[in-house]
T-cell receptor, first 114, second 114 residues
């Protein structure tokens, strides 16, 4: 069975500080891992993905994510947070051969204080 | 701007009405998806179309009827909905239903059932 855990419902960080949004996963076989962001009244926007290769993946808007196979984690990071980064973040996983189905975490609300 | 266009943005309907949601993409993607999302929750997969054929139906009630007239269009026909069906309905597309390409989401239709 495939599953994703985002252990924090809410993450608060001051503008200019680094941020981390945590994600752990469980999947049989090699995982495809994704991060999405959702702003109010918008759909989900793709940020970055890990398929294979380098464990540090760079994505949109200065975000990056670190894949750790031994800890089955895929944490989202940004060196310096912006107020405009405040949004709902979803981690998602799918098994490479699985038709269509993405398994989402429950989401983490990120609030960046000015 | 999203590359997946959904109309209408908002829809209010009574429980006896019939309405349709529309989704359009011109990225040449061959997989299209319908999701239902409640506030602050992850999207829940409803249907997956691959090459214009229904590939996955996540045990969705028959009052929701999907249709894929061509590779760029996806409709969701609604009939005799219940108040608990009020939600944000998201359409997404990807190059293929398998593989490592991310899903691209529209901004959704916010549906309210009176």
């Amino acid at each position: 069975a495939q599953s994703v855990a985002q252990p924090e419902d809410q993450v608060n960080v001051a503008e200019g500080n680094p941020l981390t949004v945590k994600c752990t996963y469980s999947v049989s076989g090699n995982p495809y891992l994704f991060w999405y962001v959702q702003y109010p009244n918008r759909g989900l926007q793709f940020l970055l993905k890990y398929i294979t290769g380098d464990n540090l993946v760079k994505g949109s808007y200065g975000f990056e994510a670190e894949f750790n196979k031994s800890q089955t984690s895929f944490h989202l990071k940004k060196p310096s947070a912006l107020v405009s980064d405040s949004a709902l973040y979803f981690c998602a996983v799918r098994r490479g051969s699985t038709l269509g189905r993405l398994y989402f975490g429950r989401g983490t609300q990120l609030t960046v204080w000015p | 701007d999203t590359e997946v266009t959904q109309t209408p943005k908002h829809l209010v309907m009574g429980m006896t009405n019939k309405k349709s949601l529309k989704c359009e993409q011109h990225m040449g993607h061959r997989a299209m998806y319908w999701y239902k999302q409640k506030a602050k929750k992850p999207p829940e997969l409803m249907f997956v179309y691959s090459y214009e054929k229904l590939s996955i139906n996540e045990s969705v009630p028959s009052r929701f009827s999907p249709e894929c007239p061509n590779s760029s269009l996806l409709n969701l026909h609604l009939h005799a909905l219940q108040p608990e069906d009020s939600a944000l309905y998201l359409c997404a597309s990807s190059q293929e239903a398998t593989g490592d390409q991310p899903q691209h989401f529209g901004d959704g239709t916010r549906l309210s059932i009176l």
